[in-house]
């Protein structure tokens, strides 16, 4: 089992639709949490950071986290074309000697 | 300024040969890491950094050796190139104490082993 595994897509969008992207993780003692964006050929960009239960909105994004179920999930509201990037989960775990561990990406593209 | 800085940004090297990639962060971050990113966009840890320290070594083949002169540079390695090292190499730092934490990517380096 991956340590962190998103739905693998790719996944298409009709613009001004919701995007939904989920991803799991299997440290139940992980405590940070990141959605990155990825254009192709750039680097990972970061849209998303939580750590406590529930919802974060910040504009368009909403990330929902749910520890007891190990779940992480993004939602993208009113997708524009330019969402149209790899979405990367990314957990954060071993306070002390930190791991940042990344899921295997979830391609998306918005038509427009 | 760039806050995590990669050179070179290509890459293309024979076989066999021996290369090496550099980083660089301006953030004061106690934490470094080398990740790999191959074709399906999966980003693999291979080290990490903490103040100078080795804490993660993700069984990556002991020709890749990291190294670390202070905590602001971590630089990979490569000995022996083979053709399955094509990929992108990220450099990426985090602030390394505690939780509540992001990480900077540098630009990525592209090696193309022919």
């Known amino acids: 089992q991956k340590e962190v595994e998103q739905n693998s897509g790719p996944l298409s969008v009709p613009e001004g639709a919701i995007a939904s992207l989920n991803c799991t993780y299997s440290d139940r003692g992980s405590q940070s949490f990141f959605w990155y964006r990825q254009y192709s050929g750039k680097s990972p960009e970061l849209i998303m950071s939580i750590y406590s239960n529930g919802d974060k909105e910040d504009g368009r994004f909403t990330a929902q986290l749910n520890k007891a179920s190990q779940y992480v999930s993004l939602l993208i509201r009113d997708s524009q074309p330019s969402d149209s990037a790899t979405y990367l989960c990314?957990?954060?775990?071993?306070?002390?000697?930190?791991?940042?561990?990344f899921g295997t990406g979830t391609r998306l593209t918005i038509i427009p | 300024d760039t806050a995590v800085s990669q050179t070179p940004k290509y890459l293309v090297t024979q076989m066999g040969n021996d290369k090496s990639i550099k980083c660089e962060q301006n953030l004061g971050h106690d934490t470094m890491y080398w990740y790999k990113q191959d074709s399906k966009k999966f980003l693999k840890i291979m080290f990490s950094y903490n103040n100078k320290e080795l804490i993660i070594n993700e069984t990556v083949p002991n020709r890749f050796s990291p190294k670390s002169p202070d905590k602001a540079h971590l630089n990979l390695h490569i000995n022996s190139l083979e053709l399955g090292d094509s990929a992108v190499y990220f450099c990426?730092?985090?602030?390394?104490?505690?939780?509540?934490?992001?990480?900077?990517f540098g630009q990525g380096t592209r090696l193309t082993v022919v």
């Open positions: 990314a957990v954060l775990s071993n306070f002390g000697n930190e791991k940042l561990t």
């Open positions: 990426a730092s985090t602030l390394g104490q505690g939780w509540y934490t992001e990480a900077f």
